[in-house]
């Protein structure tokens, strides 16, 4: 049964403050790192309606349910907003419904500001996510709508699989028990949660550098990207021969409090990270360069590869416009390696489009700065869940291959 907590976006976020020692204010702190922007933290509780019989909640972290107004005994209207504006049109949405007795539930969404696009999915508790059926959008798009078989058995909606700040770092503690991995903290976010690298191989000279999740719906990106480190730390011997000569620095999750804020694009100071690779106005993307950095400089390495995995409404690669071949470190290495990707699988032609970006996203700062082969992959919202994971280990085994042959010759 779902928790009856009351508590407001307030006062978890001031709890969060005292855990992690700080002493500025919430608007003190937020306003330090952005001069203009703010941001609408939604209210953080359970709603009861029908005497107790139905709830839902957003109280848990990766939720998004502003405010729900009730229709009749069995309908609800939900608003889905975004933590402010200008922003993409990437409306996230998560929360959690029971019914004291089996009872079909009526629900519109209702968008503030932009339209569908993301179709629901579901899971009741421990079992695997469903795509929600019979989703019905209204003309302008502005509302999608659909039914719940409710019961006391709590049900989990959400625009993509909920995977928070917390299932991150479940993650991050199950890859360092394998070989040659290691886990450092490398920062904090805005509201206290770690940031951290995941170092897989060898110390090398050879650097590879793979990001994730600067923008919090972004999941299927998060998910290519955990396939791809799963391939890198495999017990193979493509594995094992990748980890001897090179080392690949990872970091999973940028944006741990967008994240668990359910925000649609932005940390809590309302930036959006992946525009702040200029900068570095964020403790977030600060935290990120200030490590390559350091790490780069202790070890007297280069960075040969870079990837930062993201999501859109279908797969993008975004390479660097403007950087000379000839000034990166392993000249054509990401032309070569789009090509044994696409090669690999069957009737899959990549959708390359090379881009400057102003040079304020990370692969622009990626190639400008540490003079690595960049690009940004944008994996399609509604990608087949098996077709994702194998594009992320076969683009993990493609970059291995090629890069263990530059050592042959």
């Given at each position: 049964?779902?928790?009856?907590?009351?508590?407001?976006?307030?006062?978890?976020?001031?709890?969060?403050?005292?855990?992690?020692?700080?002493?500025?204010?919430?608007?003190?702190?937020?306003?330090?790192?952005?001069?203009?922007?703010?941001?609408?933290?939604?209210?953080?509780?359970?709603?009861?309606?029908?005497?107790?019989?139905?709830?839902?909640?957003?109280?848990?972290?990766?939720?998004?349910?502003?405010?729900?107004?009730?229709?009749?005994?069995?309908?609800?209207?939900?608003?889905?907003?975004?933590?402010?504006?200008?922003?993409?049109?990437?409306?996230?949405?998560?929360?959690?419904?029971?019914?004291?007795?089996?009872?079909?539930?009526?629900?519109?969404?209702?968008?503030?500001?932009?339209?569908?696009?993301?179709?629901?999915?579901?899971?009741?508790?421990?079992?695997?996510?469903?795509?929600?059926?019979?989703?019905?959008?209204?003309?302008?798009?502005?509302?999608?709508?659909?039914?719940?078989?409710?019961?006391?058995?709590?049900?989990?909606?959400?625009?993509?699989?909920?995977?928070?700040?917390?299932?991150?770092?479940?993650?991050?503690?199950?890859?360092?028990?394998?070989?040659?991995?290691?886990?450092?903290?490398?920062?904090?976010?805005?509201?206290?949660?770690?940031?951290?690298?995941?170092?897989?191989?060898?110390?090398?000279?050879?650097?590879?550098?793979?990001?994730?999740?600067?923008?919090?719906?972004?999941?299927?990106?998060?998910?290519?990207?955990?396939?791809?480190?799963?391939?890198?730390?495999?017990?193979?011997?493509?594995?094992?021969?990748?980890?001897?000569?090179?080392?690949?620095?990872?970091?999973?999750?940028?944006?741990?409090?967008?994240?668990?804020?359910?925000?649609?694009?932005?940390?809590?100071?309302?930036?959006?990270?992946?525009?702040?690779?200029?900068?570095?106005a964020q403790p977030?993307?600060r935290a990120v360069?200030?490590?390559?950095?350091?790490?780069?400089?202790?070890?007297?390495?280069?960075?040969?590869?870079?990837?930062?995995?993201?999501?859109?409404?279908?797969?993008?690669?975004?390479?660097?416009?403007?950087?000379?071949?000839?000034?990166?470190n392993l000249p054509?290495?990401?032309?070569?390696?789009?090509?044994?990707?696409?090669?690999?699988?069957?009737?899959?032609?990549?959708?390359?489009?090379?881009?400057?970006?102003?040079?304020?996203?990370?692969?622009?700062?990626?190639?400008?700065?540490?003079?690595?082969?960049?690009?940004?992959?944008?994996?399609?919202?509604?990608?087949?869940?098996?077709?994702?994971?194998?594009?992320?280990?076969?683009?993990?085994?493609?970059?291995?291959?090629?890069?263990?042959?530059?050592?042959?010759?």
């Amino acid at each position: 049964m779902i928790k009856l907590q009351n508590q407001t976006a307030f006062i978890v976020i001031l709890a969060a403050f005292i855990l992690a020692c700080k002493t500025k204010s919430l608007t003190q702190s937020i306003n330090e790192h952005a001069s203009k922007a703010t941001t609408n933290f939604q209210i953080r509780k359970t709603y009861r309606f029908n005497k107790n019989q139905i709830l839902l909640t957003n109280n848990f972290g990766g939720a998004r349910l502003n405010s729900i107004s009730q229709e009749n005994d069995s309908t609800f209207n939900i608003e889905i907003a975004p933590e402010n504006e200008p922003i993409n049109p990437s409306p996230w949405y998560a929360f959690k419904v029971w019914s004291a007795q089996q009872k079909n539930l009526y629900v519109n969404l209702n968008y503030k500001g932009t339209s569908h696009r993301y179709n629901p999915k579901y899971r009741y508790q421990h079992q695997p996510w469903k795509d929600l059926a019979d989703v019905k959008i209204n003309q302008n798009k502005k509302q999608a709508s659909f039914k719940l078989s409710a019961n006391n058995d709590t049900i989990l909606v959400a625009a993509q699989e909920l995977l928070s700040a917390s299932d991150n770092y479940h993650w991050e503690d199950s890859l360092v028990r394998l070989p040659q991995v290691k886990k450092q903290k490398i920062g904090e976010s805005i509201l206290g949660k770690p940031i951290n690298a995941i170092n897989i191989g060898n110390q090398s000279k050879k650097l590879i550098v793979v990001l994730s999740r600067q923008h919090p719906p972004e999941v299927t990106g998060y998910m290519a990207m955990q396939e791809f480190i799963r391939t890198v730390t495999a017990n193979t011997e493509l594995g094992k021969s990748f980890r001897m000569k090179f080392e690949l620095l990872l970091i999973p999750v940028i944006n741990p409090d967008g994240v668990d804020e359910g925000n649609w694009r932005h940390n809590v100071a309302g930036v959006d990270l992946n525009r702040d690779w200029e900068n570095f106005a964020q403790p977030e993307t600060r935290a990120v360069k200030d490590y390559l950095l350091k790490k780069i400089t202790q070890q007297n390495a280069k960075v040969y590869f870079g990837i930062d995995f993201h999501s859109t409404y279908y797969d993008v690669f975004y390479t660097n416009e403007d950087q000379p071949q000839n000034k990166t470190n392993l000249p054509g290495f990401t032309r070569k390696w789009l090509h044994a990707f696409s090669e690999s699988i069957p009737g899959f032609k990549p959708n390359i489009k090379p881009s400057p970006n102003g040079g304020n996203v990370s692969k622009s700062w990626m190639g400008r700065v540490l003079h690595a082969e960049a690009l940004t992959y944008e994996v399609g919202d509604d990608t087949p869940r098996t077709l994702l994971k194998l594009k992320g280990k076969v683009a993990a085994e493609k970059m291995m291959e090629l890069l263990l042959a530059t050592e042959n010759k």
